[in-house]
């Protein structure tokens, strides 16, 4: 459920006055409110400015907080570090430790005979300070991969 009936009623403003305010009908307005329709992307941008709050919460949405907000997205151009595994023990450890996954591709080998191989290759980004990322994951010594 929206939360456009709350936020009116916050501003003390009747159905009339917010619609007054969008240039849209009063029957939208309750419909909205009682759930019966919801508003279109560009009304739900409006409704959102009139308020000055997100379209999060006009639609009655968890807010994202604001760390999450301003992070960037895992990118190989932001990434401090980047390794490629393809043991998948070794990768869970890293994703464990703070590394964001990038991409899963294919590593393929053919040999003359036409015969060939394929392992799954996992490319991971480290996006901390560079001295904090894990530089000597040897799974054949860890304790880790007992």
């Given at each position: 459920?929206?939360?456009?009936k709350?936020?009116?009623?916050?501003?003390n403003?009747?159905?009339?006055d917010?619609?007054?305010?969008?240039?849209?009908?009063?029957?939208?307005?309750?419909?909205?409110?009682n759930?019966?329709?919801?508003?279109?992307?560009?009304?739900?941008?409006?409704?959102?400015?009139?308020?000055?709050?997100?379209?999060?919460?006009?639609?009655?949405?968890?807010?994202?907080?604001a760390?999450l907000?301003?992070m960037?997205?895992?990118?190989?151009?932001?990434?401090?570090?980047?390794?490629?595994?393809?043991?998948?023990?070794?990768?869970?450890?890293?994703?464990?430790?703070?590394?964001?996954l990038?991409?899963?591709?294919?590593?393929m080998?053919?040999?003359?005979?036409?015969?060939?191989r394929?392992?799954?290759?996992?490319?991971?980004?480290?996006?901390g300070a560079?001295?904090?990322?894990?530089?000597?994951?040897?799974?054949?010594?860890?304790?880790?991969?007992?």
């Open positions: 459920m929206n939360n456009i709350e936020l009116r009623i916050a501003q403003q009747t159905q009339e917010l619609a007054q305010a969008l240039k849209i009908d009063v029957k939208l307005i309750e419909q909205y409110e759930g019966i329709s919801e508003p279109s992307a560009k009304t739900l941008q409006q409704i959102a400015a009139h308020f000055h709050v997100s379209t999060r919460r006009v639609s009655g949405l968890p807010e994202v907080s760390t907000q301003h960037r997205p895992s990118t190989l151009a932001n990434a401090t570090k980047i390794q490629q595994e393809n043991d998948v023990s070794a990768v869970n450890v890293l994703l464990g430790e703070g590394w964001k990038l991409h899963i591709g294919e590593d080998e053919r040999e003359p005979s036409g015969f060939g394929s392992n799954v290759v996992y490319t991971l980004g480290w996006f560079q001295q904090d990322a894990r530089d000597d994951l040897d799974t054949e010594e860890s304790p880790i991969f007992v």
